[in-house]
């Protein structure tokens, strides 16, 4: 019967599709962050200076007062004193040096640095311009990669949820519950598509210090898009569990409920992370993960990997005991055994790299892990349509049944009209 049976598990996709790596501010974001906020700091003591004028010497004796030159920032010293400050320091931009760089202060003001920043503060090796243009080749590439994938798994979605629905025989809870995951992998590469658009669609905007309404609501929606994936992921092994457990498969009462889970968590994080931003941290644009706030978003993100990882123990256990198990028929226990075959299958091919990625700091293996999340990560809608719906028998008896049918009809179309035209 339609919509009967064990298909294959979401929750054994969900060990395949862990949450987006959370990464730090960019690099080259951090250095401008860096110096804007030691910017904000001298200018915030120049303020004050001017609100509460004091003299940087003795009565009556001319100074320097407190002057940021873009790099660094100088305390108010009297005429004839000099100032020593040592290099920024900036991890993996400044190699670490006991020089200290050094200015006086005349009478006509502040002296130049002596010796200059480029001498003083010797840069980190970055590499020649050559490897420079070799990294920009390599992210479009990268870029051009991913956006082949998520449309490929655009396509598939939609046409999987357009079988689901166009087929009487395949509405059932079961089949609902895989529409509502094709909906989610739909908003989280439609959620890609957007951000690129808004936040480097331009270049000659400054991503770094961009904070604008539409790129604050684009981060907003991906953050939504990747939640409601995993929870409808969590729903997916819900309803195996369920399954295996009292072995029902079309209560519509319960759908209801999945609905809340799968889009009503995510929608309520995301509000309270929107408020949260709003209030006690709206700068930027939302898209640095250095805050304490980002927890908003990743403590819920980590509760639901957490309940799918004990999920897909006690479902992998529960296999195992049908498989096992004496009072079950040959034909389920190869069903079963093809369930089990498929996720030790599957989990290294797409789990593993995850696992290991997570134990080494975010600087080892970037290009590995850009790799694994941007390209491989931009089929999982894909390989999430084909397991779910183009290698289901189920619906390619239902296809194969309604071809036959309009075969059968278009046949008789083409008798009926040769025949009136013999008799006419």
């Known amino acids: 019967p339609a ?27 951090s250095i401008v962050l860096y110096f804007q906020e030691q910017e904000a700091e001298c200018l915030e003591m120049i303020r004050s200076e001017r609100q509460m004028p004091v003299p940087p010497g003795t009565p009556g004796q001319r100074g320097c007062l407190t002057e940021w030159d873009g790099v660094s920032c100088w305390s108010a010293v009297p ?43 010797e840069l980190e090796d970055i590499g020649s311009n050559n490897d420079t243009e070799a990294k920009a080749s390599y992210f479009v590439t990268m870029k051009v990669l991913y956006t082949c994938g998520y449309s490929t798994s ?10 689901f629905s166009c087929f009487r025989k395949l509405h059932c809870t079961r089949n609902s519950i895989h529409i509502h995951f094709f909906t989610s992998f739909i908003l989280r590469g439609a959620a890609v598509f957007i951000k690129d658009a808004v936040l480097f669609s331009d270049e000659s905007v400054d991503h770094c210090t961009m904070s604008t309404v539409n790129c604050k609501a684009a981060i907003a929606f991906f953050q939504y898009s990747v939640l409601a994936n995993f929870y409808w992921l969590l729903v997916e092994g819900m309803y195996l569990q369920t399954l295996l457990l009292l072995t029902f498969t079309s209560d519509k009462r319960y759908i209801w409920w999945y609905i809340l889970i799968g889009w009503g968590v995510p929608m309520l994080t995301v509000c309270t992370w929107v408020v949260t931003r709003l209030q006690y941290d709206n700068h930027g644009c939302w898209d640095d993960y250095t805050s304490l706030y980002w927890w908003v978003i990743k403590a819920p993100i980590l509760l639901a990997i957490f309940v799918n990882f004990l999920i897909f123990l006690n479902v992998t256990r529960m296999l195992a005991q049908k498989i096992w198990s004496p009072d079950i028929s040959k034909s389920y226990k190869q069903q079963y055994m093809r369930l089990t075959k498929s996720t030790l299958l599957l989990i290294p091919l797409f789990g593993v790299h995850y696992v290991v990625f997570a134990l080494f700091p975010e600087h080892i293996g970037v290009d590995a892990q850009l790799y694994f999340e ?41 008798f009926n009209l040769v025949t009136q035209d013999f008799t006419a």
Request: charged share 15%; net charge positive.
């Open 79 to 121: 005429v004839g004193q000099s100032r020593a400050i040592a290099c920024p320091d900036i991890f993996h931009i400044f190699k670490k040096s006991k020089v200290l760089i050094q200015r006086n202060c005349t009478e006509s003001g502040w002296s130049f640095p002596t010796p200059p920043y480029y001498s003083a503060c």
């Open 3 to 29: 919509c009967s049976g064990l298909r294959m598990p979401g929750i054994l996709l969900s060990a395949l599709f862990p949450p987006p790596k959370v990464r730090a501010t960019h690099p080259d974001c």
């Open 154 to 163: 655009l396509a598939a979605l939609f046409l999987a949820i357009g079988i």
């Open 374 to 414: 941007l390209v491989l990560g931009s089929y999982q809608g894909f390989l999430v349509a084909l397991l779910y719906c183009f290698l289901n028998g189920e619906v390619q008896a239902e296809i194969k049944r309604n071809w036959g049918k309009w075969q059968s009809s278009m046949e008789s179309n083409v």
